[in-house]
């Protein structure tokens, strides 16, 4: 049954007719996983299936111990009660539980290489499906996890992940999400995570498809000289609507912090996008930074832009800027001297823009399925393809061979 | 003597603030190498904007032909189809594009053909050995964190690629050092030479002209070609600047 909850909440509240304080989500989550669903873990690795709240409570305990928080004006304390809250919040968290859905507890140690988790999920239409997992990450561990949602071009459905992560000291996490979803999808996708002292966590996020999408992400640099870097690209056209909310959370002495978004909107989409970094008590000699560039291909787009910087400190620096706009002009000449007319122009711009973002993608197979699903998506037919691009996934991991 | 190429005929040109190039006239035959000097704002990269199709620039009078075929209101990527390329003062940088990706889709555009991959890829194999760039510069993002001279290299890359009828260089020597200017002359010598292709070098220096074949030398001096000569008057230049030019009238 349908329920209706609030997501992606700006944490400092602003004038309610602007209708950015947060989203408003209808859907019915299941608590079923999703039917084909390849994940692998590396060697080593253990994991439990517990129940939310068990996960929850669970989280209590391994998560890094941070002061109280203190209730300051105007501020929703979508923290509470959990140690380190996700970006599409509570509420979220709350319907996940409700629909009985089970956490997959990772613990994952140091070890001599790198480590990769993979968790590829192929949704039929009609299905719909959730998928959250906690991943502890060791002293000194280094993790790749990537994430890759994806179905029939117009099939429908539902799939909420969830992905919590908590960072033990010097540990470090790459973490991938790619989106590649039908038509007729409702994708909802948080992330929470906490790094302690000296801990990293880069994040590389692709949302391409769905009909409605809904996408948080919450870390919380909590020890000395944590880091958090993401690059996020999306590409919404048609009518889809699409609603992001970054909360960086620096809390711990000289942290840094440094997010992008890259996305081009098209047709008559909708998109909402709040963008906080969040100096707390105590993270002096910190700095954060967010960039936006939005790519608007038509009159009928809605772009709605909230970045915030909120400040407890003194001794910080906080930036934030955003470029949205149509292709320059400049650009197009430059084409057009090389033989490309502004359509053609247009689609190579879009495929460079998220092309950047998609490059990042630590797998090569999830790398070229992003590109081929932006070239499908702007009727990018001419578009010149990698010779060397591989159609299938390979049937032991998410790598694909060569062709 | 061969038909023009370039037929440039009573050309004028303007921005909002009012009109920049008065009356050219310019004929340029396949294979010949112009050269186009004159002081700083006197208009030379307005007129080779504007044979290559800027927007910024309105055609107010005049016309361009190109291999016989009027183009003075074919759009950019026509002219560039017809034969015509114009190297940038300053390339842009195209972040998300790489090289070879950019180079693979403009041949495909130009020539409405697939491309052979192999051929291709020797064919740019060879042609970055000779301008001395790095491999690498192929998988890399368009001029993305190219220094000065790569990213002149870069533009030299995609003439050599292209191979149009007529480039027009825009300051492809400005900001480069010695050992730089003298790959990119290489890489323009290769054109001029091997390719048979036409030149329109707009340049302050000479030093990109010293190992250039030079045909014909225009001064342009406050949107007018004031003079027009053989290779010594590029020499001439070099002695005397461009003072003595600068009360005269079109040529």
Redesign the interface.
Known sequence: MAQTFKVGHLPSITWNRLHLNEASVETALSGNLPGSRYLSLPQGASVRTLSFAQALAELEKTAPVQEQEKYVAGKAPVYHPQKFGTGLGADYEQAMQDAGVPVEWIEIGPAEQEQTITCRMTLQDGESASCAQILHVGENAQVTALYVSESAEDAAGVLALSVRAVLEKGASLKLALVQLLGSGFTALSDVGLSAADGAGAELIQMELGADRSYVGVQPELIGKEASFDSAMGYLANGEQRLDINYNAVQRGRQTRCAMTFDGVLGDRAQKVFRGTIDFRNGSSGSKGEEQENVLLLSNDVENRTMPVILCEEEDVEGSHGATIGRLDEQVLFYLATRGIDAAEAQKMMVRARLGAVARRIPDEAARHRAQDYIDRKVNCDTCVRAADCPQAWNEKGSTGEKS | MSEPLLQIRNLCASIEEGELLHNINLEIRPGETHVLMGPNGAGKSTLGNTI?????YKVTGGSIFFDGQDITDL???????AG???S?QN??E????SME??L???I???TGKP?K?LTFKRELEETMKLLQMDESYAER?LNVGFSGGEKKKAEIL?LLM?RPRLAILDETDSGLDVDAVRTVSMGIEEYQKKRGGALLVITHSTRILDSLDVDYTHVLVRGQIVRTGDASLVKEINEGGFERYANEKEA
């Open positions: 290559m199709g800027s927007p910024v759009s950019a990527d026509k002219r560039a189809a015509l390329f114009m940038f390339p842009l195209v972040p998300g594009l990706s950019f693979r889709n403009a495909r555009q130009r491309i991959i993002d995609q292209l």
